[in-house]
């Protein structure tokens, strides 16, 4: 295979390498793979020849003040573009092989430079390596944007939501539920688990969550005589409606900022949001009553020509000498399914 282009004659490799000494190895290693357009990624390869540089590590012995020392061009001598490090190698300051071989390189005996070739076929090789492996165990470095990356979709496999075009059947990013992987893979769904959905997405507010909040649930079939389906010791109910709190929750959400109500009334992008994620994560079968908690001090100014303050909910007169009061407003409902 032919050897790759130079890559550090772009803009952003002419940056870095003004600053090499202050650049992190992984952090370099990153963005030439970003940079290349190569399907075939540094250091997965059997050969060195598929990788667009070589790593090799300094000949000096000084004090190493940088993990990456300089990028060196020799054209003339056929050889690939080189980035000196100053760890890791089996020559330098971290070798550790003889000394005898170290004063040979240091002091550019006869015959240094092909010991410094050889080893350098392995000096490359362990300096990929050693990035591969910390790519591979360091999640948050491997992370692409929506978690496109391989170990977001295994983590979202383990949900149900590593399916492709999941993400336009909940009408959200998927990538959302990777902060509730410890909630979402639970079989049941807890108060708490409630609150760190609505915690993900409001972090400045205390959010309160009543189990086994009780409702009227209308029958539509009432119960007659002579039915054949109504059972007097079973299922017969005598009214048009029945108390239930065995799948219905309310939850209380109260905003520390004023910045926070607009957003979590009805119509609001926060208030859209937590309905979505509450619909995957509560499933067909719990029904949850949301109740914003504000305080009097966070309520807009009500004016006929304003559009702060909506009538029922956020609309309250003047009071003279009284205290900052809780004022609870029901902003929307969600039902799995209809009773």
């Known amino acids: 295979m032919e050897q790759q282009q130079d890559i550090t004659t772009s803009a ?9 000494p202050k650049v992190n190895f ?11 357009d190569y399907e075939l990624k540094m250091g997965t390869t059997e050969s ?20 990456l020392l300089c990028i060196e061009r020799e054209p003339y ?30 002091c550019k005996a006869d015959g240094y430079q092909a010991v410094i070739d050889f080893l350098d076929i392995f000096n490359h090789r362990i300096l990929t390596q050693f990035y591969r492996i910390w790519l591979k165990y360091h999640y ?24 492709e075009g999941t993400h336009e059947q909940i009408g959200t990013p998927v990538s959302r539920f990777l902060a509730l992987l410890g909630l979402v893979t639970q079989r049941t769904r807890t ?37 054949a389906n109504t059972s007097l010791s079973g299922n017969s109910v005598l009214g048009s409606r029945f108390r239930e709190c065995n799948q219905s929750v309310r939850v209380i959400i109260k905003p520390r900022k004023a910045q926070l109500v607009e957003p979590l009334l009805p119509g609001g992008q926060l208030h859209q949001d937590i309905m979505t994620l509450l619909r995957v994560y509560l499933g067909y079968q719990v029904e949850a009553h949301l109740v914003l908690s504000i305080s009097s001090a966070f309520l807009p ?24 009061r809780e004022i609870k407003v029901n902003i929307g409902r969600y039902r799995g399914l209809a009773a």
């Open 12 to 20: 952003l490799m002419q940056q870095l390498e003004a600053k090499l």
């Open 26 to 36: 992984y952090r370099f290693c990153q963005l030439l793979e970003q940079i290349t």
């Open 48 to 67: 060195p020849v598929d990788d667009p540089i070589r790593f090799a590590p300094s000949k000096e012995m000084s004090f190493p003040a940088g993990e």
């Open 77 to 106: 001598l056929k050889r690939p573009i080189t980035v000196r490090t100053r760890f890791l190698g089996l020559y330098g300051v971290d070798s550790v092989l003889p000394p005898v071989l170290l004063d040979d390189i240091v």
């Open 140 to 163: 948050p470095a491997s992370y692409l944007n929506g978690g496109k990356d391989p170990v977001s979709r295994c983590l979202l496999g383990l949900t149900g939501l590593g399916i």
């Open 191 to 227: 108060a708490s688990g409630i609150v760190g959905v609505i915690k993900v997405l409001v972090a400045d507010c205390d959010v309160d969550v009543e189990e086994f909040h009780t409702v009227w649930v209308n029958v539509p079939d009432r119960s007659k005589l002579g039915d």
């Open 301 to 324: 100014r009500t004016q006929l020509i304003g559009s702060t303050a909506r009538l029922g909910q956020t609309a309250s007169l003047i009071q003279l000498n009284t205290k900052p």
